[in-house]
T-cell receptor, first 114, second 113 residues
Framework: NAGVTQTPKFQVLKTGQSMTLQCAQD?????MSWYRQDPGMGLRLIHY???????DQGEVPNGYNVSRSTTEDFPLRLLSAAPSQTSVYFC?????????????FGPGTRLLVL | SQQGEEDPQALSIQEGENATMNCSYK?????LQWYRQNSGRGLVHLIL?????REKHSGRLRVTLDTSKKSSSLLITASRAADTASYFC?????????????FGAGTRLAVHP
C-alpha cells in the first residue's frame, strides 16, 4: 500500500490564484481530513469527510472547499489564494469515522502564497 | 482554538537520557494520542490512550494520563539520536462525533550523540 499520498510537494502561488491540493489513500479508509500547520503551532483541522459524498467544516474552513466523490480521493481547493494561506498542508485518513481510530498522515504540501 | 499545550516547547538531551514531555488540555476527552514529526515530514502515530486508562507502554515509550488534571506525559527512555523530532499530543473531544483531532503546538526534542 502507498498509504496517504499528497501532490504537489511544494507550490508557489500568487495572491488571487486558485489551485487544488490532491490527497489519495489506498487503504479503503472511511474518514479523511485536511489540516494546516503553521510555524510554532500544532495542526488545525480545515475540513473532514466521513465518507464519499459527505464533508463538513473543521476549525479553519474559510477560503477552502472540499469534495469527496470517491472513497480514495479528498482534494482541497483554494478558491482565491491569500498570503495567510501560506502553510504546510497535511491530509490524513483513518479506517472509520469513530473516535479512537489511528490516523495516517500524508507527507504534506508546502504552499507559499506571494 | 488549540486544545493541548505541550511543555516544554523545546528539549535538548544526550543519547541514553530519558526525555519527558507534558501535555495539558482543556475539555473532556474520549482519548489522547501522541504523534512524532520528523523535520519536513508527515506525522506518525505513536500511541493512543483512552480516557479510562491511566498508563500505556509501547517499546521505549510510556504515556500517562490524568483526567482529573487534564494532563498527559510522554516518556521516552534511553533516547537515541533518531528520536530527534517534534512530538505532538492530540485529543479527541468527548463531545461531538467523529475522529477529529485537536493538536497542541508540540515539543521539539533534540537528542545529541
Amino acid at each position: 500500500n502507498a498509504g496517504v499520498t499528497q501532490t504537489p510537494k511544494f507550490q508557489v502561488l500568487k495572491t488571487g490564484q486558485s489551485m487544488t491540493l490532491q490527497c489519495a489513500q489506498d487503504m479503503n479508509h472511511e474518514y479523511m481530513s485536511w489540516y494546516r500547520q503553521d510555524p510554532g503551532m500544532g495542526l488545525r483541522l480545515i475540513h473532514y469527510s466521513v465518507g464519499a459524498g459527505i464533508t463538513d467544516q473543521g476549525e479553519v474552513p474559510n477560503g477552502y472547499n472540499v469534495s469527496r466523490s470517491t472513497t480514495e480521493d479528498f482534494p482541497l481547493r483554494l478558491l482565491s489564494a491569500a498570503p495567510s494561506q501560506t502553510s504546510v498542508y497535511f491530509c490524513a485518513s483513518s479506517y472509520s469515522r469513530g473516535k479512537g481510530e489511528t490516523q495516517y498522515f500524508g507527507p504534506g504540501t508546502r504552499l507559499l502564497v506571494l | 482554538s488549540q486544545q493541548g499545550e505541550e511543555d516544554p516547547q523545546a528539549l535538548s538531551i544526550q543519547e541514553g537520557e530519558n526525555a519527558t514531555m507534558n501535555c495539558s488540555y482543556k475539555t473532556s476527552i474520549n482519548n489522547l494520542q501522541w504523534y512524532r514529526q520528523n523535520s519536513g515530514r508527515g506525522l506518525v502515530h505513536l500511541i493512543l490512550i483512552r480516557s479510562n486508562e491511566r498508563e500505556k507502554h509501547s517499546g521505549r515509550l510510556r504515556v500517562t494520563l490524568d483526567t482529573s488534571k487534564k494532563s498527559s506525559s510522554l516518556l521516552i527512555t534511553a533516547s537515541r539520536a533518531a528520536d530527534t523530532a517534534s512530538y505532538f499530543c492530540a485529543t479527541v473531544p468527548l463531545e461531538g462525533g467523529y475522529n477529529k483531532l485537536i493538536f497542541g503546538a508540540g515539543t521539539r526534542l533534540a537528542v545529541h550523540p
